[in-house]
Each structure stands twice: as C-alpha cells, then as structure tokens.
C-alpha cells in the first residue's frame, strides 16, 4: 500500500517544519521537492550553465543524482544540506524550478521516489500536479507579514543579515514568480484542506494535521479491509440468511415486488446480471428476492459506514475504487465468477447515470469475455415510492461472445447492446 501525502504553500508557511514532524510521527518517507530544485539550481551555479540552455540543462539533469536521507541532501554523494540554502542559489532557484525540463525530471523523480512507500511531500504543485491522487492534500498558507517575520527571526538565529523589508520583497516577488509561471502553476488543489498558519503556534498546525492523516489512514484502513472478505462459516451464514429473510420481508411489505423470468437465469455456472440502476434499493431487490446468493459490485467508499460495511462484509459486496484500474476488484470478480458465483452488475455506473449521459461502462461484458460466462440483463419498472409496486424483469441471459467482432471497440459496443436490452426490459408490458 502506498500512502500519499502532499503540503503545499508558500514558503515561510512551516511546511518544511509540519512536513518533518508527520514523517517523523507516521514513519512515513519525507520529500522535500524544494530542496530537489535547489540541488538542480546548485549544479548549475556550479557548472555555470545559463538558464536558457535547454541543451545542457537536459544533460545535467540525466546526471544529476540526488538523494534525501531523512532532513539530509545529497547532490552527487555530496552533502548540501546547508549550501542549497545559501543566498546565490535562493536568488536563482525560482527561476530555474519553472524551466519546464526540469520541472518534468524532477516531477518524475519525486514519483518514482514514492513508488509504493508511504511519503510525505512538500512543494507547491504536489496535490495539483504530481500526486493529484494523494490520500490527504494540504495547503498551508499565511499573510506576507507573517512569513517575512519567521523568516526574520529565523536569519537572525542563524547570523544572516538581512532587513525585515528586503524579505519581505523577496517573499513577495518569490510568491508572484510561483504563481504566475507556465509550468507547475502554483494553486492550491480544490480537494486539499486549507489551513491559514498565521495565528496558529506550530504546535497547533501540527496538531491539525496528526487529526487530518489519522482520520484519513483509518478511512483507507477500512477501505482496504474491505478487500478481505470475511471468512464464509457458519455463523455468517446464519448472520446471512436471517438478515437476507428479516429484510427481504420488509421489502415485500413496503414494496409489492413482481419478479419475472428467473427461470431465464444458467443453471450451474457463474453469471453477470445487468441491472438498471435508479435506487439503492434496486441492487437490495436482486440481492434480497432471489434464491441465490448474488453478489453485488459496488464502490469501495461504501466500507466507509459502519452499517454498510457490515452489511456489505455479510453480503460480501466486491469493492470498487472509482476512476481507477481497481485490479484486485478484478480479481475478486474473475474468481468469483469462476466459483459459479453469480454477480450483479450495473452498466450505468451510477444512479440514473444514461439520464446524467454517462458512457455505458463496460466492465461487465469485459468480465464476461474473461470468464468465459453469461450476462443476464434485467430491467427494473417501479418508481420505489413506498407501498408502490416494482416489477423485476430479467431478460434471456446474453452469450458476449455473439456480441464480439473484429472493432477494436466491440467491448463497449456489445455494452451499449446490453444496456438497450435493459432498457427494454424496462419498459416491457409484463
Ligand atoms: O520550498 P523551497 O523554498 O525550498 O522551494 C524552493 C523553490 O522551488 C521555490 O521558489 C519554489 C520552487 N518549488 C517549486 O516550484 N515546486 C515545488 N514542488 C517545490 C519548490
């Protein structure tokens, strides 16, 4: 499992601070993207090479080799830890982070540095750019004023002279480079959590931020353990036909369901069944009313409520996580399937997802074609108004492999076809 979290601010803001002292809490990998830059800015003082030269830049940055070891940086095996922080390479490292071959190395780099790890990230573009995907986003911020004053006090720890005026210039002018750059265009993630630092203590920031990653590392805790299915014994079995029986007769009360076709459904083989998606309830009719144990797919973020979790562990929903190539959900279901187990699916994706015009997805005819086994569609007519009554129709089951032609895009072709066949079993006279 990797776990991603990405700071991103201004500097002055106390991500460098906030950052160590997460890694350091969550043993978790530290990555200063700043002080990446900085070691590029570095080598080309040293090497003398002008900004503008594209040519030279691109072969420095094949051989530079930098390396974070804890709050230590390494330039070529080189310890400069202190030197990137030095006033030639502060007066020079904005301009050089917004050359866009560097920005593209360095953006790689600070991925493959993560590959797989728990890492924490601090920059400006972490959130937007090079982990859009991070588990936790965070963005600190505080007034110039404030941060010219840090940095004041901070210099004059460490013996370095310089006005509280001329850092506050510098921070501006820094802040203005930063944000209005081409590459790497410096704005805060609409997912991250803003967190104006300027009348907060460290401790405070710190304290924010333990809360914001421990509530986050337990929602992808249980979101994982969503994966593991719990053990079939006899129990859960119990557990499992009492709630199957208590709830499918609360259904039967509340709605007057009318099931037609189920003789449709293959005997003594795995299937899909296809339904059309326009309530929570649909999947509860095609789980509840029926004999057989059918086992829905539904996304992952479903684990996150404990009833749901429960009933999704009893019911051994396979998770999904959205927007992902989810190869363990894949997995579950290749399996599954090729236990004779039956799944249900839904094309839409979402509720009412052909009403909202979203692309048919094409996940279970894919299924279909790897397992080698039979989609049954079913149309839902009913509004779900309680006291109402639904009407599950399910249809002839489909052999995809009739549906497979020579287009490469006969995958999503033959989905569309299942989705009409829904679609009119939704509206069929039964
Ligand atoms: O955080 P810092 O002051 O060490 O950053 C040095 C410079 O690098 C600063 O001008 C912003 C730039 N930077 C960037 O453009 N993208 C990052 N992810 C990190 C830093």
Redesign the pocket.
Known sequence: MSFIVAVDGP?GTG??TITKLVAEKFNFQYI????M??CVTLKLLNEKIDANDTEKIEKILKEIKIDLKGTSVFLDGKDVSKKIREEDVNNN??QI??IPIVRTMMVELQRRMSEGKNVIL?????GTN?FPNAEVKIFLDASVEERAQRRYKQNQENGIDITLDEIKKNIEF?DN??KNSKV?T?KMAEDAIYIDTTNLSINQVKNKVFKIIKKKMKLVEKIENAYKMTKDNAWKRFRHSFTKGFLGLLYRIVYRPKIVGVENFPKDEGFIICSKHINYLDAAGIILLNKPKIRFIAKADLYRFWPLSYLGHLFDIIPIKRDSGDINSVKMCLKALKNKEILGIFPEGTRKGLEKNMKVKNGAVFLAEKAKVKIVPVGIQGSFKPFTKITFNYGKPIDVHSLKTDDPDWIDKASEKIMDDIIMLTKEKV
Not at 122 to 126: E, K, S, T, V
């Open positions: 500097s991500k460098g200063d993207t700043g002080a830059y900085r490292v904005s982070s917004h601090d920059g400006r573009d972490i090079v820094r480079n930063d790497g410096f």
